[in-house]
């Protein structure tokens, strides 16, 4: 369990080493700040290069995520404009990019925030986020709000590796985002545990027929909000997500079995062998047979 204190502010900024850079993602600084009402913003808690006044601004040489879990105020970028936040907003910070951001004089907010750098954090930004768009209306997320615990807990006890872990769990940060930020809709527990479902007992048996239509009007949905929603939750169609597991159990089967071409087949759930066979070959550039000796 982590020992959290009930500190009211935190920061740390972290100087990048050889290995981080070598994971793709490295975390630069981190922190969170509790601004009472009526408080001077920024409180002028950190260093020069961090430093920016509510005029003029500031441009960074890294990504920041900060989210905010009280209070409301205001943010501006080049790129967005002017963006209200509030309780339960998240807004980026892209590099080489002007932009400033405070609370509102008369509530105040509580901000978290991690800056992170690396090839591979531009890879996940330049794919997920958008520089136009860097406020993102999240609401109050416990689970958010716990990884930022975390990664501040890990910071200020720098146990052994701890810059490494510090990384994936800002990684999963940008991926609750990410997910969150798809929608209330498909955030409903009824439509979270369809989902979850489905998926599992595609996953368990990729063999067998599968009608989702009729497993949509069986959970008292539409096909056609099921197929969006089944496609935001795992980035494919029902059928795309099907027929990949039939292909990866035809591979393990291919590899690790001696059944014939037409068994497996059968096993994964196509009509025929001929159809296997060629569908398998534009997936895989090989046909079933070349499959297997290759491996």
């Known amino acids: 369990m982590n020992d959290r204190s009930p500190l009211k502010a935190f920061n740390r900024y972290i100087p990048a080493s050889d290995e981080a850079k070598r994971w793709g993602l490295s975390i630069t600084d981190l922190g969170f700040t509790q601004i009472p009402a009526g408080k001077e913003y920024p409180p002028g808690e950190h260093p020069d290069s961090y430093e920016f006044n509510s005029s003029s601004g500031r441009i960074l040489a890294e990504y920041q995520i900060v989210y ?16 209200p936040i509030k309780a339960g907003s998240a807004f980026f910070l892209f590099p080489g990019i002007r932009h400033r951001y405070q609370p509102n004089s008369q509530t105040g907010w509580d901000e978290h925030w991690i800056g992170f750098a690396g090839d591979h954090a531009d890879r996940l930004m330049n794919e997920f986020f958008d520089h136009k768009q860097p406020v993102i209306q999240l609401g109050m997320n416990s689970d958010l709000s716990g990884l930022f615990a975390d990664v501040c807990d890990l910071t200020r006890h720098e146990g ?3 810059r490494q872990i510090i990384a994936a ?14 929608g209330e809709t498909l ?21 067998q027929k599968f009608d989702f239509n009729k497993h949509a009007t069986d959970n008292g949905i539409s096909y056609s909000s099921f ?22 159990k035809a591979q393990s089967l291919l ?4 059944l014939s071409v037409q068994r497996i087949s059968e096993e994964t759930g196509f009509d025929s062998s001929f159809y296997f066979s060629r569908f398998f070959k534009q ?13």
């Open 68 to 83: 905010i879990t009280r209070g409301e105020g205001s943010f501006w970028s080049e790129a967005s404009g002017d963006q």
């Open 160 to 162: 052994f590796g701890f």
């Open 169 to 182: 769990k800002t990684i999963e940060i940008l991926a609750r985002v990410q997910t969150l930020s798809q």
């Open 187 to 207: 955030r409903s527990p009824h439509n979270e545990r369809l989902l979850r479902e489905t998926c599992c007992v595609l996953n368990d048996a990729p063999g």
């Open 227 to 248: 197929r969006r929603l089944f496609k935001q939750h795992t980035g494919l169609s029902p059928n795309q997500y099907l027929l990949e597991i039939r292909i990866r």
């Open 255 to 258: 590899t690790n079995t001696s």
């Open 283 to 295: 997936r895989t550039s090989l046909s079933p047979l070349n499959y297997r000796k290759s491996y």
